[in-house]
């Protein structure tokens, strides 16, 4: 209900005021704000690139959907990519966050460099330290200093960049928010974007967000709700979530001119128990789905164009 009530106000009111709530209350509360999950996801995509026989060193990358920091863009310079192109349709980055996003890592440097280990480049980890630890924080410095360009607001259907100019399209937990005629128009233009090697890779969360905060709700909770009601409840900017399972994607990435390479799903076990114990009436939408469908949390995807 607050979600929907702010999502209602003028746009700049509206940003400012979520994410104000967010600081308070939220997953960004100061002083909880972690980046540790997105650095995970950072090396994951550079293991999936070399299972492919391909090298992330040196190359270009393409971030669908920045957020409030360019964690998974840092994670690359650490790494040795040559530039990460990371877009979002709003600017949501926040200056006082990317600086809260450093001082976790060198606060925690040992812990991190383990997460990176061998993909780390201890040259650029320095580099990060000594120019940015104890001294006054230039976002625009930063960006610079990890080969990061920063495109917002930009409609990524419609990118001004040049066709084969990038070697991945990546996106973390970013597909469940979209509409799918919207993804079909983001995947033709990765396929543009691509060079004749180039992957794909995406992280997608399929489970009910509602249920992140709430033990009490069950990660398909939200798959009980008519496509009215569900729009009703969640279909403001800030919490829509469409629904799609895990089948959904591999169809829609198939026809949108992709060939899935690999795929690994992370598989609720306590979803199947509830759709055997029929403790949860799914919606009309859902119910020829199998239960290894539905019961699938996340899925990362590797992909090729065709």
């Given at each position: 209900m607050i979600q929907n009530l702010v999502s209602s106000l003028p746009t700049k009111q509206s940003y400012g005021l979520y994410y104000n709530i967010q600081r308070k209350y939220g997953a960004l509360k100061k002083g909880s704000y972690s980046?540790?999950?997105?650095?995970?996801a950072g090396v994951n995509i550079w293991k999936y690139i070399l299972q492919n026989n391909q090298s992330a060193k040196d190359k270009i990358f393409f971030e669908l959907g920045t957020g409030r920091a360019p964690i998974?863009?840092?994670a690359n310079f650490l790494m040795g990519a040559k530039q990460t192109i990371t877009v979002d349709l709003n600017p949501y980055m926040k200056e006082e966050l990317c600086v809260e996003m450093l001082d976790y890592i060198f606060q925690n440097k040992e812990q991190v460099k383990k997460i990176f280990g061998d993909?780390?480049?201890n040259k650029n980890f320095s580099i990060i330290k000594d120019e940015f630890i104890n001294k006054n924080f230039s976002l625009q410095e930063?960006?610079?200093?990890?080969n990061i360009t920063y495109l917002t607001p930009l409609d990524a259907?419609?990118?001004?960049?040049?066709?084969g100019s990038i070697d991945f399209y990546i996106s973390y937990t970013v597909f469940e928010h979209i509409p799918k005629n919207i993804l079909m128009n983001l995947i033709a233009e990765g396929n543009?974007?691509?060079n004749n090697d180039g992957l794909h890779i995406h992280?997608?969360?399929y489970s009910d967000h509602f249920s992140h905060s709430d033990e009490a709700i069950s990660s398909i909770n939200f798959l009980k709700f008519s496509e009215i009601a569900w729009r009703l409840i969640a279909g403001n900017k800030y919490m829509y979530m469409n629904r799609m399972r895990h089948d959904d994607f591999k169809e829609l990435l198939k026809y949108a001119g992709c060939q899935i390479v690999y795929e690994r799903c992370d598989i609720d076990e306590n979803v199947i128990n509830i759709l055997d114990n029929n403790s949860?009436?799914?919606?009309?939408?859902?119910?020829?789905k199998s239960k290894e469908v539905l019961a699938t949390n996340a899925a990362w995807f590797v992909a090729k164009r065709l």
């Open positions: 980046p540790k999950s997105r650095l995970v998974i863009p840092l993909y780390l480049i930063f960006l610079n200093i990890c259907t419609k990118t001004p960049l040049d066709s543009r974007l691509l992280r997608i969360d949860l009436i799914i919606d009309k939408r859902f119910k020829s």
